[in-house]
């Protein structure tokens, strides 16, 4: 039964292997520090954090996250460790709160390895305070218990570390979040909890604003039940509910479709749309992400266990090799060809771990691949052919493939939410990649373009007529061929803007329009914006930046890129990060703000659960295919249609 904790109370843990399980609802920091005996934390040396996200016994996330898994093995702690404290905190220097205050009251739960409960938490009462120490693990008297602690910090997280004692706290806070927003800026960002009906927006004639002037394709996703923060005793006189904030209160969606009984001794086998939601759509986008967390995390339990093999190899052969009798006769060799022979059959059964779960991951795959609509599905998917402008904004778009080395081969779709919550840099500059260090520069920048255009296309296919739009500002002319495609189906708003005149009339064209939406919603006045305003989402591909821009273009690039997304104006940067150093840290922020994808294979891309180094795949149009120019002809026509 699951022991549901209060502040200050504790529960006995009934084993040593343990997931630790935080639910923010919005991006936190988690990490961990080890104490001794007296409390005192030793060193640098024993905190885990996003910027050393690993200790003997303990694995934290490397970025900030809504949710975290910690990974905790208390017998494979160093000895005189006898407390492990989990610590919570707000990010600083990628936007979002400062105090958890203004969020929904964080909740910890101690899993065992199958998900099982063993206590839970809900850290309520918090107000100013940007950092919290939420439990404690200790030792007493031989056995492990948890401590609901609950201490929050309105100092942040240089308070909170020095408080455990650590000197030169602010030094290490700062260079916590330092981690935190160089993982951010390669981040895949999660996919949000989803209500029935969140994020969806009907065709229609009349704009995209309703009349009391919000806009829904702009709010930010919402949870799966209304996040209420409970109030305090002292500012109620009452007892404080400690009821889980997050726990769903309204129906739950039908149960997805199961699989008929797999034989004894054989796996079942997988079926599309096999995993939660209202719709066919949002069953088979959980269904993709619930394998890209499958495929992270079974990977990461395989190196882990190599790792393990390896160490435990090293220290076996330093034990053997320290004792001077070892070295003589064949002892010493006996001793490394036992060490090797345990490195090689642990190694060995993690293999087969690792195999077991790619094969159900790959059987998963090749059944999804095929069923997935348009907006999820590549290039080369038949489904394209019977394509027909949609009527309705979908809930998420590809952009394109993630794999990691142990397995190249299998394939987990980027979906990303829609509408953007944040802009797309395309690097057109050479990376370390193997494929960009082949790539001859002039190539490398076309296929940049190529790329924008194929996402351009997409976004233009899964949106309704008339409610995307794409502006396209080229300086220099230089990518004529690559927008051909565009510019041929009439698809684009308007010619692509060259020359200082052209740049400067496209850029103060949407930045008036995002100063419009702006004030109409803050004013609750959305009929009064000009009727000639389009008020459809809009993207704007801004071709080999930073050439043919001065001073006050960057500002409106970088005030769009802040902007826009909450008004329905995106940007899509097709640009080489090291042409814009002299800039210097000016651009910084436009940088962080978007999503980085390359042209060609790159494992640049972290994922939200372990930060492994994914290698990125940009969607391929096949070779001969007309698929691309079918596609836009379609959408051109229905914009003509639905004008006249």
């Given at each position: 039964?699951?022991?549901?904790?209060?502040?200050?109370?504790?529960?006995?843990?009934?084993?040593?292997?343990?997931?630790?399980?935080?639910?923010?609802?919005?991006?936190?920091?988690?990490?961990?520090?080890?104490?001794?005996?007296?409390?005192?934390?030793?060193?640098?040396?024993?905190?885990?954090?996003?910027?050393?996200?690993?200790?003997?016994?303990?694995?934290?996330?490397?970025?900030?996250?809504?949710?975290?898994?910690?990974?905790?093995?208390?017998?494979?702690?160093?000895?005189?460790?006898?407390?492990?404290?989990?610590?919570?905190?707000?990010?600083?220097?990628?936007?979002?709160?400062?105090?958890?205050?203004?969020?929904?009251?964080?909740?910890?739960?101690?899993?065992?390895?199958?998900?099982?409960?063993?206590?839970?938490?809900?850290?309520?009462?918090?107000?100013?305070?940007?950092?919290?120490?939420?439990?404690?693990?200790?030792?007493?008297?031989?056995?492990?218990?948890?401590?609901?602690?609950?201490?929050?910090?309105?100092?942040?997280?240089?308070?909170?570390?020095?408080?455990?004692?650590?000197?030169?706290?602010?030094?290490?806070?700062?260079?916590?979040?330092?981690?935190?927003?160089?993982?951010?800026?390669?981040?895949?960002?999660?996919?949000?909890?989803?209500?029935?009906?969140?994020?969806?927006?009907?065709?229609?004639?009349?704009?995209?604003?309703?009349?009391?002037?919000?806009?829904?394709?702009?709010?930010?996703?919402?949870?799966?039940?209304?996040?209420?923060?409970?109030?305090?005793?002292?500012?109620?006189?009452?007892?404080?509910?400690?009821?889980?904030?997050?726990?769903?209160?309204?129906?739950?969606?039908?149960?997805?479709?199961?699989?008929?009984?797999?034989?004894?001794?054989?796996?079942?086998?997988?079926?599309?749309?096999?995993?939660?939601?209202?719709?066919?759509?949002?069953?088979?986008?959980?269904?993709?992400?619930?394998?890209?967390?499958?495929?992270?995390?079974?990977?990461?339990?395989?190196?882990?266990?190599?790792?393990?093999?390896?160490?435990?190899?090293?220290?076996?052969?330093?034990?053997?090799l320290s004792d001077p009798r070892s070295r003589i006769g064949g002892a010493g060799d006996r001793a490394r060809a036992e060490a090797r022979a345990k490195r090689d059959e642990l190694t060995t059964r993690a293999r087969e771990a690792l195999d077991r779960d790619l094969a159900q991951l790959a059987a998963e795959a090749a059944v999804v691949e095929p069923a997935l609509p348009a907006p999820f599905a590549g290039w080369d998917n038949p489904v394209w052919h019977a394509y027909r402008v949609p009527m309705e904004i979908p809930m998420a778009l590809r952009i394109g493939d993630l794999h990691l080395p142990e397995n190249p081969g299998l394939r987990i779709p980027l979906l990303v939410r829609l509408p953007l919550e944040r802009g797309i840099w395309v690097d057109s500059g050479r990376t370390s990649s193997e494929d960009a260090a082949l790539t001859d520069g002039a190539r490398l920048r076309g296929l940049a373009m190529e790329t924008a255009v194929a996402h351009a296309a997409r976004l233009l296919a899964v949106y309704p007529a008339d409610e995307f739009s794409v502006h396209v500002i080229d300086p220099a002319g230089s990518a004529a061929g690559a927008l051909a495609p565009l510019v041929r189906s009439g698809a684009l708003a308007g010619p692509p803007a060259s020359g200082a005149g052209g740049v400067a009339s496209v850029l103060a064209r949407l930045t008036r329009r995002v100063d419009l939406v702006q004030m109409a919603i803050r004013a609750g006045a959305a009929d009064s914006l000009p009727p000639d305003l389009d008020t459809g989402e809009q993207l704007l591909i801004v071709n080999d930046f930073p050439h043919g821009f001065d001073d006050r273009s960057v500002t409106q690039l970088r005030y769009l890129a802040d902007e826009g997304p909450s008004v329905g104006v995106h940007l899509m940067m097709v640009a080489d990060r090291e042409d814009a150093r002299a800039y210097g840290p000016v651009l910084d922020p436009l940088w962080r703000s978007l999503l980085r994808i390359t042209p060609v294979a790159d494992d640049h891309l972290a994922d939200p659960w372990v930060g492994h180094a994914w290698t990125y795949e940009p969607p391929r149009i096949p070779q001969g295919s007309r698929v691309l120019e079918q596609v836009l002809a379609q959408v051109a026509a229905a914009r003509r249609s639905r004008r006249s």
């Open positions: 039964m699951t022991a549901e904790l209060v502040r200050g109370q504790n529960h006995t843990l009934p084993q040593t292997r343990l997931e630790i399980r935080v639910a923010a609802g919005t991006p936190v920091v988690a990490g961990a520090t080890l104490a001794d005996e007296h409390g005192t934390v030793r060193g640098t040396e024993w905190i885990a954090h996003p910027g050393s996200p690993q200790l003997p016994g303990i694995e934290v996330s490397r970025q900030a996250a809504a949710d975290h898994r910690l990974a905790v093995d208390l017998d494979a702690l160093p000895a005189p460790v006898h407390r492990v404290t989990v610590l919570l905190a707000l990010p600083t220097g990628i936007g979002g709160p400062v105090r958890f205050g203004a969020v929904a009251s964080p909740f910890v739960a101690v899993t065992g390895l199958d998900g099982t409960e063993i206590a839970t938490f809900t850290l309520t009462g918090l107000d100013t305070e940007s950092a919290v120490a939420a439990l404690e693990l200790y030792r007493r008297q031989g056995a492990w218990k948890v401590r609901a602690v609950g201490q929050g910090y309105a100092g942040g997280l240089d308070a909170m570390l020095a408080d455990q004692g650590l000197p030169r706290a602010a030094e290490l806070a700062r260079s916590i979040q330092d981690a935190v927003t160089r993982a951010t800026a390669r981040s895949v960002t999660p996919p949000p909890p989803r209500t029935p009906d969140a994020d969806r927006v009907g065709s229609g004639a009349g704009p995209v604003l309703p009349p009391d002037g919000r806009r829904p394709a702009a709010q930010p996703p919402e949870p799966l039940a209304e996040p209420v923060t409970p109030p305090s005793a002292a500012t109620t006189g009452g007892p404080i509910n400690y009821a889980h904030p997050r726990r769903q209160a309204s129906a739950p969606p039908p149960p997805p479709p199961t699989a008929p009984p797999a034989e004894p001794g054989r796996p079942a086998q997988p079926v599309a749309g096999d995993a939660t939601g209202w719709s066919m759509d949002e069953r088979l986008y959980n269904q993709i992400w619930g394998m890209f967390e499958d495929l992270a995390r079974t990977t990461a339990a395989y190196r882990s266990a190599v790792d393990f093999a390896e160490s435990r190899m090293d220290q076996e052969l330093e034990r053997t």
